[in-house]
């Protein structure tokens, strides 16, 4: 068909014209002269109740005019025209312009749904993208999202949070803070925005919350800032919290280096105790007092463990340091605050007598000789006593301690102890033979000098030694054997095995009225290695006997006349070169004990003893063994 609006050809059935949209009017398809103009046969058209209308007389469907012209085109007269128009030829047809003029004053009040609907839902759709693309991609858009209580950025819930700490919405901004942060934790500005979470938390009520966000700030990202210092010394100051400000505040001045932490933290604590003494090294003993400027408490430690001042000790009067290396730490303690820790060290070692000096020249003599020993000062002895009416009081107890010498002496060529015999100023006559005197010099301090030796050889006889050659006259120690033994002594009391440390293999034990005697077993069978008596019928060697006295028995062997040592013990002779041996022991008040021992070249050593009562002997014994027995 034709689109009588715009005169372009239209498919059949359609309702809306493709080219310019306008609604076709509804009738059935076109008879007669419009059917032939489209090109299709004519049919005759249905009335409305269904019957056949003749092709030759249409209805008058275009007016009175229509059928008026059609009249006189068959020999009628013509109509004249409406409104002026100039008459239409008969048999012309008007023109496309008369046409789309006539078409649209006879569609003026048709509307085109679908173009107006598919235009509508283009421009939601547009509308929807760019709603979408605002919401999703603008700050604006994420900002109206979070306050809708949608999800949102970062940045959008920050700038939230802070209209609602704005506003007083303590909670909700506290609580928007933390979502944005859990959400974006390293963003370039953190710094700031943390800052923002604390500021809420304190608002909020939660200044613990917002200490916890500044220390978070100097631990990590802001390790040199004093401005976060400050935030959480403010904090600990309005929470009275001094000792952890105090620290705080020893933090802060390390890390950032601003003087203000050092100056603030000068004026909250004590100030730090000081010595009496300064630091370094000491020759003498030293009294060290320590001060409070402030007066407060002092707690001091004499070493490098242990905290101040829990294990402190409170400080009463001067601390006392002899020699060595002292650590000396000590803090002022005003209520619940410490002061800085006070730490000095001293090495403190105090000046060695100088080794006594012997008045006989070392060498050999003709005769017995006599030795005087003297100490010599040192030269700090000298300089304190030179200061005289000078001198401290200190320093006088120094200079007491170090003239109060004692000089210890030996002839046995033993180095001296603190046991050995003291010599008392006499002279001390050296013994017959061959003799090494040594002899040191302990000052108040109990510091020991070094050593002085001193040989000497006096051309005179003396007794031997103690050795393989002095045997009892009824038997050889480590050489007779158990079936010898018995023949002289006769059959035991009693015999049994035993054990014995002292010597290898195993012993036998012979108990008689007057004593015992002890084998052990050799390859050679059983073999005497020990022997005790108490019988005046049995003589020891040298014809030594019970009931001598010490002085008897002592005269027969080398006895370098040595006095007494501290303990009553005495050295008789001390031979190491050629292993042998002398001593008395002093048991008890009543009772002693002399020792003459020499070492086998199998190593066993033998040991005769004397056994004393009231100085006289009443048992003697002799023994074998790696120890040597007693």
């Known amino acids: 068909m034709i689109c009588e609006h715009c005169g372009n050809f239209v498919p059949d059935g359609s309702m809306v014209c493709p080219q310019c949209g306008t609604q076709l009017a509804t009738r059935t ?123 949102a950025n970062a940045t959008a819930l920050w700038t939230y949070g802070q209209e609602l700490l704005d506003q007083g919405y303590l909670d909700r901004s506290v609580a928007t803070f933390e979502k944005a942060y859990a959400q974006e934790p390293e963003r370039e500005d953190i710094y700031n925005r943390l800052f923002q979470l604390a500021d809420a938390y304190e608002a909020a009520g939660r200044p613990a919350d917002a200490e916890a966000v500044y220390v978070q700030l100097y631990s990590t990202i802001a390790e040199n800032d004093p401005e976060v210092y400050r935030q959480v010394a403010r904090l600990m100051e309005s929470q009275d919290r001094r000792m952890e400000l105090a620290a705080l505040l020893k933090l802060a ?96 070692s105090i000046t060695r007598p100088t080794a006594p000096y012997a008045s006989l020249a070392p060498g050999v003599y003709e005769k017995r000789q006599r030795i005087w020993l003297k100490y010599i000062p040192t030269e ?73 030796e001193r040989t000497y050889e006096i051309k005179q006889s003396f007794r031997l030694y103690f050795s393989e050659s002095d045997n009892f006259n009824e038997f050889t120690i480590m050489v007779t054997d158990l079936d010898d033994f018995m023949r002289k002594f006769g059959s035991p009391r009693e015999q049994r095995e035993i054990q014995d440390d002292t010597i ?37 060697p040298r014809k030594t006997k019970i009931g001598m006295s010490e002085t008897d028995v002592t005269s027969l062997y080398r006895d370098l006349g040595m006095v007494h040592n501290q303990d009553g013990s005495r050295s008789l002779y001390h031979d190491d070169q050629n292993r042998k041996y002398a001593m008395m022991y002093h048991l008890s008040a009543f009772s002693d004990r002399i020792d003459y021992s020499y070492i086998r070249q199998d190593s066993l050593t033998v040991t005769l003893s004397y056994y004393l009562e009231n100085s006289r002997v009443v048992r003697i014994g002799i023994h074998s063994g790696n120890n040597g027995g007693s």
């Not at 107006?116 to 760019?130: Q, S």
């Not at 693309?133 to 999800?151: H, K, N, S, V, Y």
């Not at 009294?287 to 463990?305: Q, T, W």
């Open 504 to 540: 290898d293999g195993d012993a036998i034990l012979l108990t008689y009225d007057w004593g015992e005697a002890r084998f052990y077993m050799t390859e050679k069978g059983y073999v005497i290695y020990s022997f005790e008596t108490s019988s005046g019928a049995i003589n020891g």
């Open 29 to 151: 398809r076109e008879t007669g002269l419009a059917a032939r103009r489209q090109g299709r046969p004519d049919r005759p058209r249905e009335d409305k109740q269904g019957s056949q209308m003749p092709v030759d007389n249409p209805p008058d469907a275009y007016g009175a005019d229509y059928a008026r012209r059609r009249a006189g085109s068959e020999g009628m007269r013509p109509v004249a025209p409406k409104n002026g128009a100039q008459p239409m030829k008969m048999g012309a047809r008007p023109s496309g312009r008369e046409r789309q003029l006539k078409g649209r004053r006879g569609h003026r009040g048709m509307i085109n749904w679908a173009l107006l609907g598919t235009v509508l839902l283009g421009v939601l759709i547009v509308a929807g993208v760019g709603a979408f693309a605002f919401f999703r991609f603008t700050d604006p858009g994420q900002l109206i999202l979070a306050r809708m209580g949608r999800e």
């Open 253 to 348: 001045y390390e890390k950032t280096g601003d003087n203000y932490f050092r100056r603030e933290r000068e004026t909250l604590l004590p100030a730090t105790p000081t010595a009496s003494q300064e630091a370094g090294s000491r020759k003498f003993e030293q009294d060290v007092e320590l001060m409070s400027p402030e007066g407060y408490e002092i707690y001091y430690v004499l070493s490098d463990e242990g905290q101040l001042p829990e294990d402190g000790i409170l400080y009463t009067e001067p601390i006392h340091l002899g020699e060595g290396i002292h650590v000396v730490r000590a803090v002022a303690v005003s209520s619940d605050l410490v002061s800085d820790e006070m730490r000095i060290t001293y090495s403190i």
């Open 380 to 452: 700090d002895e000298v300089l304190l006593e030179q200061k005289g009416d000078r001198r401290t009081d200190q320093e006088s107890a120094i200079l007491s301690k170090l003239k109060d010498i004692t000089i210890y002496y030996t002839l046995d060529s033993q180095t001296p102890t603190s046991n050995s015999p003291i010599y008392t100023g006499e002279s001390v006559l050296l013994p017959p033979g061959k003799s090494m005197v040594k002899a040191i010099a302990v000052n108040g301090f109990g510091k020991v000098s070094n050593v002085m």
